[in-house]
């Protein structure tokens, strides 16, 4: 039931501030501020040298924010594939202790394939899925859950956001296993994490400004998406976001690969969105924003107050978010970006909920 919202995919990114609560909370005990793993699972991540991540699609963007967490967080080094590579890649998987999968559904082929592989390789386990009645879920050694609810729009966006939050409390366990967050640090990770649903619902005030920039959007044929860091992986994600339901080509790129292609894109007709919060990688974003502009490139930069006070770039169109810890950039910033896909749908006319060719979940190869 879609209530009062005009698609399901709205639905579901107005959820966004209740369900990231509930997922933080399996995660969390409030009580003491101590991160844990949902019904006492056991995973000793200070003996994990090494997690092996692989997913599809937005699963796939989530994961690679998992593993810029899981690195800066928890110091673990991680390998990352795509499920259809990764289940045929034959890596000798040297030190890689954990094989870990994230899955709306817990249904994709692909996915799946590479969780009997990793279990076949002899290696554990562990599922982050949405469905908790799923095959993904049944089969992984350990199942991190994310509490989204059904979600219904083929264009994933409330499970993916619950994914990033299992993800940052997974990373900030794995860090206080590790010892290399102390105990005082925990508990103000797990206090920044439990701001995430006011955030959103901030994020989410947008829509009007949102809206009015999709307008434009909707003209367009092409578009690029540029972020760094903790950033780079919401390019990806807004630029399939894009593609998906308003079938406007789209590509996201780290910012720093500007240069190495991209860049003899740019026109005066080629809207490239920046993800920028004003975080450690912002100065060097900022530099390839001016490139864009020295060749007329129409910007829309998603960043912060302070971002936004730098001035970077005299005529972008600027879409202001709150301040808020690195931790919780992906999180927060994946929302506009969302409401930008949806939007931009509605202007061409596309069904949102139900994009041509593409299946809520991909069961076979
Ligand atoms: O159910 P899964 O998370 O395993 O699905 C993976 C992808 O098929 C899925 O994320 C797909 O890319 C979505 N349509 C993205 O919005």
Request: aromatic residues 8%; proline residues 5%; hydrophobic residues 45%.
């Amino acid at each position: 039931d879609k209530g009062n919202y005009r698609h399901f995919m709205q639905k579901e990114i107005y959820e966004q501030p209740e369900v990231l609560s509930h997922t933080l909370g399996a995660f969390v005990d409030f009580t003491t501020g101590r991160t844990r793993l949902p019904k006492d699972q056991a995973v000793d991540f200070s003996k994990v040298r090494r997690i092996a991540l692989s997913a599809c699609g937005t699963g796939f963007y989530a994961a690679l924010v998992g593993r810029y967490y899981f690195e800066r967080y928890a110091r673990i080094p991680c390998d990352l594939d795509v499920a259809s590579e990764f289940r045929y890649r034959e890596s000798p998987l040297a030190d890689v202790d954990l094989a870990l999968f994230v899955s709306q559904s817990g249904e994709t082929a692909d996915t799946l394939a590479s969780l009997r592989y990793a279990k076949g390789e002899g290696l554990e386990t562990a599922a982050i899925v949405n469905v908790e009645e799923s095959t993904i879920a049944r089969e992984a050694d350990h199942v991190f859950p994310t509490l989204a609810g059904p979600e219904i729009g083929v264009a994933s966006t409330k499970a993916f956001t619950c994914q990033l939050m299992a993800l940052a409390a997974l990373a900030i366990k794995a860090g206080v296993d590790r010892g290399v967050i102390a105990p005082e640090r925990e508990t103000e990770l797990t206090r920044i994490l439990a701001e995430a649903p006011r955030l959103a619902n901030e994020a989410i005030r947008l829509e009007g400004a949102i809206e009015a920039l999709s307008r434009r959007m909707a003209t367009k044929k092409h578009a690029l998406f540029l972020g760094r860091g903790f950033s780079y992986p919401l390019a990806l994600e807004g630029a399939l976001k894009l593609k998906e339901i308003s079938y406007i080509h789209a590509e996201g790129y780290a910012a720093g690969e500007l240069k190495h292609g991209p860049i003899a894109l740019i026109d005066e007709t080629m809207p490239v969105v920046v993800i920028a919060p004003h975080d450690r990688s912002f100065e060097k974003t900022a530099s390839n924003v001016q490139e864009v502009a020295a060749r007329g490139g129409e910007i829309v930069l998603f960043t912060d107050a302070k971002g936004a006070a730098s001035g970077i770039v005299d005529g972008a169109e600027l879409i202001v978010l709150p301040d808020m810890p690195e931790i919780l950039t992906p999180i927060v910033y994946a929302i506009p970006l969302q409401l930008l896909a949806y939007h931009t749908a509605i202007q061409m006319g596309t069904d949102v909920d139900q994009p041509r060719n593409l299946a809520k979940s991909v069961t076979v190869e």
